[in-house]
Antibody, heavy 116, light 111 residues
Framework: QVQLQESGPGLVKPSETLSLTCAVSGLSISSGYLSWIRQPPGKGLEWIGYISDSVTTVYNPSLRSRVTISVDTSRNQYSLKLSSVTAADTALYFC??????????WGQGTLVTVSS | QSALTQPASVSGSPGQSITISCTGTSSDIGRYNLVSWYQQHPGKAPTLIIYEVTKRSSGVSPRFTGSKSGSTASLTISGLHTEDEADYYCCSYAGGNTPGLFGGGTKLTVL
């Protein structure tokens, strides 16, 4: 059974870098696709990007200049970094298996608030 | 790339059928048979219910049906149950740089 668990600071200051991790179990971390998706409070879903086979990354063009997705195979976890954050980056951040448009397994999400 | 267009809300009574539309363009829904639908209950993560336009995810009730015509995909829920009340999102492949283009979401109310 695939399980995903996001974690990271719940509060980030404007202009700083948001850093989250996604711990996985029940799947091979060195293969397949893992995406990050976010949802601002009360709003819809936005695909952020994915990493495939621990090597290839594809990012949402609207976020590409600020996003980095990577994998730490020794810790069995993925990471998301989003730089130069603003209040518009306040959202519930999910990790999910799949590269889109089908995302099969999801974590429960972690809320990140950008505020000074 | 602009988000796919969904109605903000739809409603129906138990036992009735409803359809949620998801309108895109010739660059996404109109070009690829890669449309998924998600159900999201309040405070929960989304769950995949339909993929590749018409295929139901494992364990999903046959009351949920996906279809597509031109640049518009649709999700039909027949025989509404109260537990179907949730937010529904469509998502389409829109090319290698945008494999996951979401709609704005539709709130389904079961009256």
């Amino acid at each position: 059974q695939v399980q995903l668990q996001e974690s990271g600071p719940g509060l980030v200051k404007p202009s700083e870098t948001l850093s989250l991790t996604c711990a996985v179990s029940g799947l091979s971390i060195s293969s397949g696709y893992l995406s990050w998706i976010r949802q601002p409070p009360g709003k819809g879903l936005e695909w952020i990007g994915y990493i495939s086979d621990s090597v290839t990354t594809v990012y949402n063009p609207s976020l590409r200049s600020r996003v980095t997705i990577s994998v730490d195979t020794s810790r069995n976890q993925y990471s998301l970094k989003l730089s130069s954050v603003t209040a518009a980056d306040t959202a519930l951040y999910f990790c999910a298996t799949g590269g889109g448009p089908s995302f099969n397994d999801w974590g429960q999400g972690t809320l990140v608030t950008v505020s000074s | 790339q602009s988000a796919l267009t969904q109605p903000a809300s739809v409603s129906g009574s138990p036992g009735q059928s409803i359809t949620i539309s998801c309108t895109g363009t010739s660059s996404d829904i109109g070009r690829y048979n890669l449309v998924s639908w998600y159900q999201q209950h309040p405070g929960k993560a989304p769950t995949l219910i339909i993929y590749e336009v018409t295929k139901r995810s494992s364990g999903v009730s046959p009351r949920f049906t996906g279809s597509k015509s031109g640049s518009t995909a649709s999700l039909t829920i027949s025989g509404l149950h109260t537990e179907d009340e949730a937010d529904y999102y469509c998502c389409s492949y829109a090319g290698g740089n945008t494999p996951g283009l979401f709609g704005g979401g539709t709130k389904l109310t079961v009256l």
